[in-house]
C-alpha cells in the first residue's frame, strides 16, 4: 500500500511547504499556526493533482480515502456534519497554485447544501432567506464550474425573477422569492444535464476538487502560465474550507485588502467590503463595494481587530499582504492571505520602504519586484499638452496606471484579433472574465463599467502592467450592437477613446502619448539592482536615437546593431540595389562608394550616442532578395530609374531566389561571394572610430561581427579582408586604434566547433533567434501558424523564441562557452537573440558564466533587475 500523504489539515502544514500546498494552502496553514481565526479545513496536494493527470484525470481511490478520513476530523473540529440534517458542514472548494494565479482557476461555495440541509440552514440560523440564497448560489457555481452549464442561463433567471418582483438588486428578494429560484435552477439543471442535481454532500465535494483539478488545464489558466512563466507541471492543490457566511444579513459582510495600497504602495490599508454578501460579489464587479475605512465608522471594535491582523501579516511575510476576509455576525475570519500583485510604481515603492524601514535587506528587496512589471514603466504616458486639452467624459476608479489611447474593441475576441492586424484599442466591457485574458493582453488598455479596484479587470491589468480604469458607471455598453454611450454620446468601434489610470478619466478622442523617465524609487531600486548583479546588460540598436534611449534606460553599450536596417532607408536603397545587380567588381565597387559615407555618418551618430561605451557591429546578413521588388510593376518601375530593361531586372531578381532564404546566402557567406561589401563596412567602421574620437576624444574600441559563421575557414577569409582593410584605413589616418573581430554563435556546427572557431574569434555573441530556429528545425515566421497546437497538446508550454530553451538550444550554448574559453580564457561572451531581454533567460546566461545580455532599449531596465535577481539567487 502507498504511503504517499496526499491531503494535509490546515494544522498539520506551514508556509515552506508551498510546492506542495500550493500558496493559498501554506498560508492558510502558517496564519493557523499563528492563532490568526481561520474557518478551519484540509489541502489537497499538488501531487495529488498531478497524480490526477497521470492516472488518465482520475482521482485514485488512496486520494479519495484521504479526502474521506479528512472530512471526518473536520467535521470533528467544527462540530458539524456534511449532509446533517441539525448542523450541516458546508464548504468551499478553492483552487491554489504555487504561483497566485488571480481568477484563472475555478471556486465552488457552499458545497454540501441539499434539499434538506438548506431546511436545517434555515432552522439553525432562524433566517431561511439567507439559507436559500446560499443553496441558489451554490447551484449556480456547481453547474458553472464543475458541470460545464453556462452561468448565463443563471443570470437570466435571476433577472427574470428581480423583474417579475421590481427588486432592483438580489438582496430585495425574498426568502420565498429564493425558494422559487431554486426550484428554477435545479429545473434547469435537469434540462441542461439530463439528471437530477446530486444532493449527496460526498459526490458534490469529489466532483468540484475534480473540477479543480480540471481547471489547471483550461485556456485561460494555460494562457496566464504561458505569460507569467510558470511550469504545467507544478499542478494545482485545492483547498476545502468550512464556510463563513457574508450573506447572513447586515452584521455580516465580505471584502478584500490589501496591507498596502497595490496601485501606488502608499502604507496605509487599502481595500473593499460589501455588508450582506459573499466573496465572489467583491471580485466578480456584480455590485459596486465600499472603502474599507468605512468599516472603522460602522464596526470600531472589528476594524481595530482587522487592522491588528493585517499588521500582523505583513510583519510576518515582510511584504504587502492581499487578504481576503468575511464577517459572520460580527465575527471576523481571514479566508486567505498572499503577497499582493501591485503595480510596477507600487512594487518599487514598497520595496524601496521596506529597506529604509529595515524590514528587507537591498537583496531580499530586489527579488519582491517581477522584472517584467517593469515594461509597464517604460511605456507612454499623456503629454501633459494634450492632456490640458482634453476634456473628461466620464471618471471610474483608476485600477492600474500608465496611460493607453486606441479604438474601442468590445470583445476580447476582436481587441485580439485587430492588434494582430497593427490596430491600437482598448477593450471597453461591462465587466472583464477569466476567460478575457488573451483580449486583455492584447488591448492598450481595459475600460469597464462595473467591479472595484479588486474587480478581475483591475487585478489583472495590475499585474500585466495594463492601464485599466474599472467601476465607470457613467458609460452604457451595449456589446451586441458594439456602442458605447456616455452622456449623450454614441462611440462606436471606429472612435478613438483615451483613459488614465492613475486618475481614472475617460476622454473620447484621441491623446497623445510621451515616454516616460526613470527617476524616484525606480531610479533608487535600480541603483541597487545595478550594484548587486554581475552580468552586464547592452542594448540591441541601429540607430543613434536608437543607443541614446537605450544609455537612458542604463545600457552599458550595444551588443547587437544590424547594419541591414541601415540600408533599407530611403536615401540609400537604390544605391544597394545597384550594388546587387553589379555584373562586375568595379560596378559594385561604385555602388558601395555611394554607400560608404551614409554608414560611416550612421556610426559616427551611434559612437557619439553611446559616448565610448563598447559597440557590436554585425556585418550585413540577410539574403540580398530582400533588397529587391517582387511585383511585376515595381521591378518595371525600378528598371527604369537604374537603365536597364525589365527582363534583365527580372532575370536578376529570379536569380536570386532561394528555396530556403534564410539558410541560404546570407550573413558571412556574402562576404566570401563579395568581399568587396566586407571592406567598405569595415572601412566606416574605422573611420567614424577615427573621426569621433579626433572630434569627441572619445576612445572607441569597435567590435567587428561576422555574421552565420559555421565553419573556421569562413572566419578566416572574412577576418583576414576586414585586418587588411583596417590596417589600410589607419596608416592612410595615421591613428592607431583598438579594434576586436569576432562572430555570431548561431549555428549548432559553431557551437559545436567553437574551440577551432575561438582561435580566430575574439568574443562569441549567441544570436538565439537562428540558433532556435535552426537547432528546432523550423522557421521563426511559419512556427506562428502551428505552435497553437503545440500548446493545445502539451508538447510545448512555451514559445522557444520567447524564452530561451535551456536543454536543447541552452546545450549548445554551454559547450561553445566551454569549448570557446578552453583555446581562449579571456574570450567576452554575450548573447544577443530575443531572449536577452527575458528574465529566466538571463538568469540561465548569469549562470553560464557569459558577459553581457543584449536587449531592446525598452527591456534594458528588465534586463538589468534580472540579472540582479540571478546573482541573489546564485549566493543562495
Not at 511585383?631 to 531578381?653: C, N, P, Q
Request: aromatic share 8%; glycine share 8%; proline share 4%.
Amino acid at each position: 500500500m502507498a504511503n504517499n500523504k496526499y491531503v494535509y489539515l490546515f494544522s498539520e502544514g506551514n508556509a515552506s511547504m508551498k510546492n506542495l500546498l500550493g500558496g493559498k494552502g501554506a498560508n492558510l496553514a502558517e496564519m493557523t499556526t499563528l492563532g490568526i481565526p481561520v474557518p478551519q479545513g484540509f489541502t489537497v496536494t499538488t501531487e495529488a493533482c498531478n497524480k490526477y493527470y497521470d492516472d488518465g484525470r482520475v482521482i485514485a481511490k488512496e486520494v479519495i480515502d484521504q479526502i474521506n478520513t479528512s472530512i471526518v476530523e473536520l467535521e470533528r473540529i467544527t462540530g458539524k456534519q456534511f449532509g446533517s440534517l441539525e448542523k450541516p458542514l458546508l464548504v468551499s472548494v478553492r483552487s491554489g497554485a504555487r504561483a497566485s494565479m488571480p481568477g484563472m482557476m475555478d471556486t465552488i461555495l457552499n458545497l454540501g447544501l441539499n434539499d434538506e440541509a438548506v431546511e436545517a440552514m434555515a432552522k439553525l440560523t432562524n433566517n431561511p432567506r439567507f439559507a436559500y440564497d446560499s443553496y441558489r448560489r451554490f447551484i449556480q457555481m456547481f453547474s458553472d464550474v464543475v458541470m460545464g452549464v453556462e452561468k448565463r442561463l443563471y443570470e437570466d433567471l435571476l433577472d427574470q425573477m428581480k423583474e417579475r418582483k421590481g427588486a432592483k438588486f438580489d438582496t430585495d428578494l425574498s426568502a420565498e422569492d429564493l425558494k422559487e429560484l431554486v426550484v428554477e435552477f435545479k429545473a434547469l439543471y435537469k434540462k441542461e444535464k439530463g439528471e437530477d442535481f446530486p444532493s449527496d454532500p460526498k459526490i458534490q465535494l469529489i466532483e468540484a476538487i475534480t473540477a479543480v483539478f480540471r481547471s489547471w488545464d483550461n485556456p485561460r489558466a494555460i494562457v496566464y502560465r504561458r505569460l507569467n512563466d510558470i511550469p504545467g507541471s507544478w499542478g494545482t492543490a485545492v483547498n476545502v474550507q468550512e464556510m463563513v457566511f457574508g450573506n447572513k444579513g447586515e452584521t455580516s459582510g465580505t471584502g478584500v485588502a490589501f496591507s498596502r495600497n497595490p496601485a501606488n504602495g502608499e502604507n496605509h490599508i487599502y481595500g473593499e467590503y460589501l455588508m450582506n454578501a459573499q466573496g465572489e460579489d467583491v471580485v466578480a464587479g456584480i455590485r459596486t463595494p465600499q472603502p474599507i475605512a468605512q468599516l472603522k465608522e460602522q464596526n470600531p471594535a472589528i476594524y481595530d481587530q482587522f487592522e491588528k491582523i493585517v499588521n500582523t501579516l505583513e510583519n510576518h511575510y515582510r511584504d504587502m499582504q492581499d487578504m481576503e476576509f468575511t464577517i459572520e455576525e460580527g465575527t471576523l475570519y481571514f479566508l486567505q492571505t498572499r503577497n499582493g500583485k501591485r503595480t510596477a510604481p507600487a512594487a518599487l515603492k514598497i520595496a524601496v520602504d521596506l529597506v529604509e524601514s529595515g524590514m528587507l535587506t537591498k537583496e531580499e528587496a530586489i527579488l519582491k519586484v517581477d522584472p517584467r512589471q517593469l515594461d509597464s514603466l517604460l511605456h507612454p504616458a499623456f503629454d501633459a499638452a494634450g492632456l490640458k486639452a482634453a476634456k473628461p467624459v466620464a471618471k471610474g476608479l483608476p485600477a492600474s496606471p500608465g496611460a493607453a489611447c486606441g479604438k474601442i474593441a468590445f470583445t476580447a475576441e476582436e481587441a485580439k484579433e485587430r492588434a494582430e492586424n497593427g490596430e491600437s484599442v482598448v477593450l471597453v466591457r461591462l465587466e472583464t472574465s477569466p476567460e478575457d485574458i488573451e483580449g486583455m493582453v492584447a488591448a492598450k488598455g481595459i475600460l469597464t463599467v462595473r467591479g472595484g479596484m479588486t474587480s478581475h479587470a483591475a487585478v489583472v491589468a495590475r499585474g500585466m502592467g495594463t492601464c485599466c480604469v474599472a467601476g465607470c458607471g457613467d458609460l452604457k455598453v451595449n456589446e451586441a450592437n458594439k456602442t458605447l454611450e456616455v452622456n449623450g454620446t454614441v462611440l462606436t468601434s471606429n472612435d478613438y477613446i483615451s483613459i488614465e489610470g492613475s486618475t481614472g478619466n475617460v476622454y473620447a478622442e484621441q491623446i497623445k502619448t510621451v515616454a516616460p523617465e526613470i527617476t524616484g524609487h525606480f531610479a533608487t531600486f535600480m541603483g541597487w539592482a545595478d550594484d548587486i548583479r554581475k552580468l552586464k546588460v547592452r542594448t540591441n540598436a541601429d540607430t543613434p536615437r536608437d543607443a541614446k534611449q537605450a544609455v537612458e534606460f542604463g545600457a552599458e553599450g550595444i551588443g547587437l546593431c544590424r547594419t541591414e536596417h541601415m540600408f533599407f532607408a530611403e536615401d540609400r536603397i537604390a544605391a544597394v540595389r545597384e550594388m546587387i545587380v553589379a555584373k562586375t567588381v568595379e560596378q559594385r565597387k561604385k555602388a558601395l562608394e555611394k554607400l560608404l559615407p551614409m554608414q560611416r555618418a550612421d556610426f559616427i551618430g551611434i559612437y557619439e550616442a553611446l559616448e565610448e561605451r563598447p559597440a557590436t557591429i554585425r556585418f550585413l546578413d540577410p539574403p540580398l532578395h530582400e533588397f529587391l521588388p517582387t511585383a511585376e510593376d515595381d521591378i518595371r518601375e525600378l528598371a527604369k530609374e537604374m537603365g536597364l530593361s525589365f527582363e534583365e531586372l527580372k532575370a536578376t531578381i529570379e536569380g536570386l531566389h532561394e528555396f530556403n532564404p534564410m539558410m541560404g546566402h546570407r550573413g558571412c557567406r556574402l562576404a566570401v561571394s563579395y568581399p568587396e561589401i566586407a571592406e567598405m563596412q569595415t572601412r566606416a567602421v574605422i573611420e567614424a572610430a577615427v573621426e569621433v574620437k579626433k572630434n569627441k576624444g572619445y576612445n572607441i574600441v569597435p567590435e567587428i561581427m561576422i555574421p552565420l559563421v559555421g565553419e573556421i575557414k569562413e572566419l578566416k577569409y572574412v577576418k583576414d579582408i576586414v585586418v587588411e582593410t583596417a590596417k589600410k584605413v589607419m596608416e592612410e589616418k595615421g591613428v592607431e586604434l583598438e579594434y576586436h573581430v569576432g562572430t555570431m554563435i548561431e549555428i549548432p556546427r559553431a557551437a559545436l566547433t567553437a574551440d577551432a572557431i575561438a582561435k580566430e574569434a575574439e568574443f562569441f555573441s549567441f544570436g538565439t533567434n537562428d540558433l532556435t530556429q535552426m537547432t528546432f528545425g523550423f522557421s521563426r515566421d511559419d512556427a506562428a501558424k502551428f505552435l497553437k497546437d503545440y500548446y493545445d497538446k502539451k508538447i510545448y508550454e512555451q514559445d522557444p523564441f520567447a524564452k530561451l530553451d535551456q536543454t536543447g538550444v541552452g546545450q549548445l550554448m554551454e559547450i561553445a562557452c566551454q569549448k570557446g574559453k578552453s583555446v581562449r580564457p579571456n574570450i567576452k561572451l554575450g548573447i544577443c537573440g530575443e531572449h536577452g531581454g527575458d528574465p529566466s533567460s538571463v538568469e540561465f546566461c548569469h549562470n553560464l558564466g557569459l558577459n553581457y545580455v543584449s536587449c531592446s532599449p525598452f527591456r534594458v531596465p528588465v534586463a538589468r533587475l534580472a540579472a540582479a535577481q540571478a546573482q541573489v539567487n546564485n549566493k543562495r
